[in-house]
């Protein structure tokens, strides 16, 4: 089974803010990722956080992370239609591998 | 600056035959990794090669093989195609913890 949990689907309408959530395993990951998947593309990076930090926040976008239950969420402020896609949560365990979760598709509506 | 750039984007085998993906990567960026992402499914890891050596294995059979170039360009091979093998497969390049992802090839397996 996947080591990164999200949940598969949320659908959100326009301008509303989207929450995606996120668990990890691996109390040693460094940094946190968030990734985002448009319909045939390749993944564009979002935004990630270092382990240390409980938020950071960065335009529309805010991260929050609880260490303690190994818990990491997306923020996204004003969504849009161009928001719509599948978002991957990744954490490294260790420096070279990427441990990527199953994907949140985003749908928004009008 | 040119992004990782990945060939060919899309390509179509049989089974038993063997296929050769290329990477390049960001200009300065020394590590590359590549993973494997079937459909509705989050990227699996497959290498990481650092300096031309290999630094990481995900679990994949001996099929899969890959070398990192001089120039830091990469290639990824696979025997004995198989259909399972059909899948989005992706390149990311990174010079910190910030892997930056190619479009990707996407290999169909008849």
């Known amino acids: 089974g996947e080591d990164v949990e999200q949940s598969l689907f949320l659908s959100v309408r326009e301008g509303d803010s989207s929450v995606i959530n996120c668990t990890y395993t691996?109390?040693?990951?460094?940094?946190l990722y968030w990734y985002k998947q448009e319909p045939g593309a390749g993944l564009q990076l979002l935004t990630y956080?270092?382990?240390?930090?409980d938020m950071k926040q960065d335009q529309r976008l805010t991260v929050l992370l609880n260490k303690k239950d190994k818990h990491l969420s997306l923020r996204i402020a004003d969504t849009q239609t161009g928001d719509s896609a599948i978002y991957f949560c990744?954490?490294?365990?260790?420096?070279?591998?990427?441990?990527f979760g199953a994907g949140t598709t985003v749908t928004v509506r009008a | 600056d040119a992004g990782v750039t990945q060939s060919p984007t899309h390509l179509i085998k049989t089974r038993g035959q063997h296929v050769t993906l290329r990477c390049s990567p960001i200009?300065?960026?020394?590590?590359v990794s590549w993973y494997q992402q079937v459909l509705g499914q989050g990227p699996q890891f497959i290498f990481q090669?650092?300096?031309?050596?290999?630094?990481g294995r995900g679990n994949f059979p001996d099929r899969f093989s890959a070398r990192q170039f001089p120039n830091y360009s990469s290639e990824l091979n696979v025997n004995a195609l198989l259909l399972g093998d059909s899948a989005l497969y992706l390149c990311?390049?990174?010079?910190?913890?910030?892997?930056?992802f190619g479009a990707g090839s996407r290999l169909t397996v008849l």
């Open positions: 990311a390049s990174s010079l910190d913890l910030a892997p930056t």
């Open positions: 691996d109390s040693s990951s460094t940094y």
């Open positions: 956080i270092f382990s240390n930090m």
């Open positions: 990744a954490e490294i365990p260790n420096d070279y591998k990427l441990s």
């Open positions: 200009s300065g960026h020394k590590s």
């Open positions: 090669y650092y300096e031309k050596e290999e630094r």
